[in-house]
């Protein structure tokens, strides 16, 4: 199958830890990319690859996979880290890549 | 500093095609590896890959359009087009172009463009 699967929503609290899961059949040969999108914002790239920051994004956003899962960790997370988290990765027949079903994170 | 920009109608009528021009700059569609794409979010939903080209003007499809897309590239003019034929109210979205790099990671982004499937 080509597609992604998140779990629809997570809540942690202010300076707690979270953890949100991607799992699909394309990561077993390929590391996601990660994607923070704000209300009414355009998604930002966070983490990709083997555990890459992009500049500008905090050290508390870290990445990594396992078989046919991957995982994007918040490490004390802020208010500010409330937004919708999406994976990408290759899938599919002709190795286009696809989304994940998509993420809301709420920071109590 | 990396910029991309989506233009075309806010409207459209239901079984027209649907032509969305991304005019980007600071980089170079020239250059090996890099790639621009378009994703699309209906509103309150998922984001979706719609079509990908890349600097060897590789081409690359979502898998749920059923063959009504077509991605092409004016290098020249740093401007990267995509077509959808026989719209309907399913394509009403925020259609976003973005620059490729990797492969398949997107890490530069427009601001998107609503584009409206209506009578």
């Known amino acids: 199958s080509s597609e992604l699967t998140q779990d629809p929503a997570v809540s942690v609290a202010l300076g707690q830890t979270v953890i949100i899961t991607c799992q699909g059949d394309?990561?077993?040969?390929?590391?996601p990319g990660w994607y923070q999108q704000r209300p009414g914002q355009s998604p930002v790239l966070v983490v990709y690859g083997n555990n890459i920051r992009p500049s500008g994004t905090p050290d508390r956003f870290s990445g990594s996979s396992y078989g046919n899962r991957a995982s994007l960790t918040i490490t004390g997370a802020q208010a500010e880290d409330e937004a919708d988290y999406y994976c990408n990765c290759r899938g599919g027949s002709d190795n286009h890549h696809v989304f994940g079903t998509g993420t809301k994170v709420t920071v109590l | 500093q990396i910029t991309l920009k989506e233009s075309g109608p806010a409207l459209v009528e239901p079984t027209q095609t649907l032509t969305l021009t991304c005019t980007f700059s600071?980089?170079?569609?020239?250059?090996?590896?890099?790639?621009v794409g378009w994703i699309r979010q209906p509103p309150g939903k998922a984001l979706e890959s719609l079509a990908l080209?890349?600097?060897?003007?590789?081409?690359r499809y979502g898998p749920s359009l059923g063959g009504r897309v077509s991605i092409t590239k004016d290098t020249s003019n740093n401007q990267v087009v995509l077509t959808l034929t026989n719209t309907g109210p399913v394509d009403t979205a925020t259609y976003y172009c973005?620059?490729?790099?990797?492969?398949?990671?997107?890490?530069?982004w427009g601001h998107g463009a609503l584009v409206a499937v209506s009578s």
């Open positions: 973005a620059r490729s790099t990797y492969g398949y990671i997107y890490d530069s």
């Open positions: 600071g980089f170079s569609l020239n250059t090996p590896g890099v790639g």
């Open positions: 080209i890349y600097w060897d003007d590789d081409k």
């Open positions: 394309g990561l077993r040969s390929h590391y």
